[in-house]
């Protein structure tokens, strides 16, 4: 079974410190996304990269950024939280077919 | 990317066939319907695809109009650990991975 895991479940940080989430696939998949949810919003996607050293803006880049040193592993940064960014975060990987792998999301709460 | 619409709730009785629509009438010809669903507190999980054949895994049942401009997500035997929120994507399937999920449709399976 293809395995996503995120490093948090639920992480609670102060508003302008620099958050780190990370992600984990166990299935050498070549894409690898982060997705935010907030109600009534469904998912929106952050950034998603098809290769290592390689990311694409999705939909609502602004006040993130991403890095993926390793084909196993992608981190999305938040380089100075604010309380806007309090969300459910969620990674994916995928190879070129047609099936997103989820992980189960990291509740990120900015005070 | 084709907008989806999608009824907001559903509910149904344990043990009966869930019968979710999707309308999707501005899908281009080289777009799939895809149905993914997620269950409380977790992320969200692939169910099936199609792009114009009715289609049938060991989860569900997906049946196209022949002018592809609607869908059908039939889950023969609804239990209660089908409640879930439901969401119907259309997209191509070429160029970058990404799925852009709606507000999808909260079933509700009644023991």
């Known amino acids: 079974d293809v395995k996503v895991t995120q490093s948090s479940r639920y992480l609670v940080k102060r508003t302008g410190e620099k958050v780190f989430l990370e992600c984990v696939q166990d299935?050498?998949?070549?894409?690898m996304f982060w997705y935010r949810q907030d109600p009534g919003l469904g998912l929106r996607l952050i950034y998603f990269?098809?290769?290592?050293?390689?990311?694409e803006k999705g939909d609502i880049p602004e006040g993130y950024s991403v890095s993926r040193e390793k084909k196993e592993r992608f981190s999305l940064i938040l380089e100075s939280a604010s309380t806007n960014q309090t969300s459910m975060y969620l990674c994916?990987?995928?190879?070129?077919?047609?099936?997103?792998?989820f992980g189960p999301g990291t509740r990120l709460t900015v005070t | 990317d084709a907008k989806t619409t999608q009824p907001t709730s559903m509910d149904c009785a344990e043990g009966r066939a869930a019968n979710l629509p999707c309308n999707h009438s501005?899908?281009?010809?080289?777009?799939?319907v895809y149905w993914y669903r997620q269950i409380h507190s977790q992320g969200p999980q692939y169910i099936i695809h199609g792009l114009k054949n009715n289609e049938t895994n060991e989860m569900a049942s997906l049946i196209i109009t022949e002018d592809r401009k609607s869908s059908t997500l039939i889950l023969p035997h609804a239990t209660l650990r089908d409640t879930a929120v439901y969401y119907c994507i259309v997209r191509a399937d070429f160029g970058n991975e990404k799925l852009t999920f709606g507000t999808g449709t909260r079933l509700t399976i009644i023991p």
């Open positions: 501005t899908i281009s010809g080289n777009e799939y």
């Open positions: 994916a990987s995928s190879l070129r077919v047609h099936e997103q792998y």
């Open positions: 299935m050498d998949h070549e894409n």
């Open positions: 990269s098809y290769d290592v050293k390689m990311k």
